[in-house]
């Protein structure tokens, strides 16, 4: 069993259909007048962007899928179901992710204007997720109810507390890599980033052998990420929308459930929650101080846009301290 040359194929067919679907989606998301609607209260220079295909997570999500099943397969038939298994999970629960964003952006096109589901029903449809997610985990894969602490090599049995844990933090990551998503590449790149910190982290959680499943997902996201980013990259000429997003959020975190270590995705995609932690203390601020903001615009890179940084600017520095943050990650692995 090669697990490098399935990943590597993994990598580069994922990126390859991505880049094929995409060429073909975006005209017909066009076609059908499925554009993106810009908020009024968002950077008056956004205006410009009305109008552009959204829903385009669509490719990444049909390659992703695609090609994880036939690799999910192959692992089944090397390793068997225990080897298998969590990739299939993870998966689906990017794909549970995917269907809900794909609902939120429906709507949203549907009422023309940039609001779809409520807080509350995302957020709830996102719980029941998460719950089945950690029940097909626990049961088939043996997680049990142990969280790792990162970089102190301590694990803490939080018993039946462990699942509301799991659930809060699957949640949250499902949010924040979408409220990432605000600008032209951004949770693309930096996505891809923590795909390769997943790659890498795939090689040292392995003994004898590199772990094939983890190895796999890293691939998987780096290949979605990268061949949408051809069409992504400023000035964008299709956004993934909540479809893409809340999907790569489900790989993301699933990825850190597979390690058994979920506290490292704290660490590694510790930009995200930078993002969703500056939406917080903008509305808390701002209801303390009645009406004042502690931030020009929220989420952060809004702020950043506002202080006159360019998107690219934003991404290349974002994606980088994600660099950083995921080198620093390595070190907080289970030994």
Known sequence: MNYKIMASAALIITFVLTVLISRKLIPALKSRKMGQKILDIGPRWHKSKEGTPTMGGIAFIAASLAVGAVCAALLWIWDGATAALPLIFTLALGLAGGLIGCVDDAAKLRNKRNEGLTAAQKFLLQLIAAALYLVGMSLVCKTGTEIYIPFVDVSVDFGIAYYA????????????????????????????????????????????????????????????CGGFLVYNLNPARVFMGDTGSIFLGGLVVGGAFMMKNPLIVVVCGL????????????????????GKRLFKMAPIHHHFEKCGWSENKIVIVFTAVTAVLSAVALFGLAR
Not at 277 to 286: C, G, K, R
Request: one cysteine or more.
């Open 271 to 290: 930009v995200y929650i930078i993002e969703t932690a500056s939406v917080m203390l903008q509305v808390a601020y701002f209801k303390l101080t009645h």
């Open 165 to 224: 844990i799991a659930m809060l933090l699957i949640c949250g990551m499902l949010n924040s890599v979408n409220l990432t998503d605000g600008i032209d590449g951004l949770a693309s790149s930096v996505t891809l980033v923590v795909g390769i910190f997943f790659g890498v982290s795939g090689f040292m959680n392995g003994l004898a052998e590199p772990d094939g499943a983890l190895l796999t997902l890293g691939s998987l996201i780096v290949g979605a």
